[in-house]
């Protein structure tokens, strides 16, 4: 990654608001309008003048622009993205980290977000719920058999997309069996397994199972299953099982939202549980669990068969007359 440092840069005049309309991104992007803004990043819609086309722009807001780390991490996110193949994961379209600043190119997705959608609607129906979350468990899956964990599930990173979930942010993916590297804190707290917040316990498949269990449970219920998030001293003695009488107990989905089905209740609880070796090993699991829930698309009685002209032939074919 030491060409990073090696290309100058592109200087670019912005303030300290970011980008607004009509100003350049590199030399190909115009903004259009501002997505979303975290603490480190900023998401623009941009238009292309190279390939003509619309698409969403991640970059570093300042001062993340200028440090070697972010810029990395940005980098990373990209290719890992770049490597990725997968109907329900945000395609990545370009990475450039020679101009300023840094940005990855993303099809930009409709939304909304499934935070937005959340409180939109309060809850969603089982069947909307267990389909989308599937989505998500499969592209989870795909990002597992790579080797990595997305460690950032919630909400918020996932978008709709022509009615469907698309996978965004992997911003914090790691390779599978490490630690957090960065310390506790690094993810989104009441998403994140006791092993994620204590950052002493190696990570793994069943880290995202649990994220993924409280997504479940928040899309069915409006609510979270973990009364207030863990502290880090306490997922350590909870881990350890020192200090028995800690031990976490999620909220069960069936005391919530009395009517779902029993399996549902079980997966849910499962995916759940505090011991990372009491939760379903492998997302391909949860997504098996999961399918019996989501019915196949249904035909639409109104769809009539749509009458296509057939073209014209100008000449005869010889091939069928000989
Ligand atoms: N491809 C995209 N199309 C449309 N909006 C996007 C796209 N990617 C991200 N966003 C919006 O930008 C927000 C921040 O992007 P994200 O990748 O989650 O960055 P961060 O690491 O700052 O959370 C998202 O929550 C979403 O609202
Ligand atoms: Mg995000």
Redesign the pocket.
């Known amino acids: 990654m030491d060409n990073i440092v090696a290309v100058k840069p592109i200087p670019i005049r912005r303030s300290e608001s970011g980008f607004a309309p009509g100003d350049r991104i590199g030399e190909r992007l115009t903004v259009v309008d501002r ?9 623009y ?1 941009v238009w292309d003048n190279e390939q003509w086309a619309a698409f ?1 722009c ?1 970059v570093l807001r300042p001062p993340y622009d200028q440090e070697r780390h972010a810029i990395e991490s940005l980098v990373r996110e990209g290719e890992l993205l770049a490597s990725m193949s997968h109907p329900n994961i ?1 395609r990545l379209f370009d990475i450039s980290y020679t101009t300023d600043p840094a940005y990855l190119l ?6 909304p ?1 499934l935070r937005t959608l959340l409180d939109q609607r309060g809850r969603l129906s089982v069947q909307q719920a267990t389909s989308l979350v599937a989505e998500v468990a499969g592209a989870l899956a795909h990002l597992h058999q790579l080797g990595y964990l997305h460690l ?1 599930i919630k909400p ?2 996932i ?1 709709m997309q022509h009615g469907g979930a ?1 996978l ?2 992997l ?1 914090i993916a790691r390779l599978v069996g490490r630690r957090t590297g960065e310390g506790p804190g690094s993810g989104t707290t009441p998403y994140m397994a006791p092993e994620q917040v204590t950052s002493d316990h190696p990570l793994t498949p069943a880290t995202d199972v649990f994220a993924l269990g409280v997504l479940l449970f928040e899309l069915l219920t409006g609510a979270r299953p973990f009364p207030r998030p863990l502290a880090p001293r306490a997922a350590d003695a909870i881990l350890s099982q020192r200090f028995p009488q800690l031990a976490l107990r999620a909220d069960r989905l069936k005391d919530v939202r009395p009517r779902v089905p029993a399996a549902l209740d079980t997966l849910v609880a499962d995916c759940l549980e505090v011991d990372p070796r009491d939760r379903p090993a492998t997302m391909a699991e949860v997504l098996a669990s999961l399918r019996q829930f989501v019915a196949p698309p249904s035909v639409k009685a109104t769809a009539k068969p749509r009458l296509v002209p057939t073209p014209l032939r100008a000449e005869p074919l010889p091939a069928l007359l000989a």
Do not use: C, F, P
């Open positions: 997505i979303a803004e975290g603490n480190r990043t900023a998401v819609a969403a991640k945000v993303m099809e930009q997705l409709e939304g977000d950032d918020r990173n978008m698309r965004i942010d911003g």
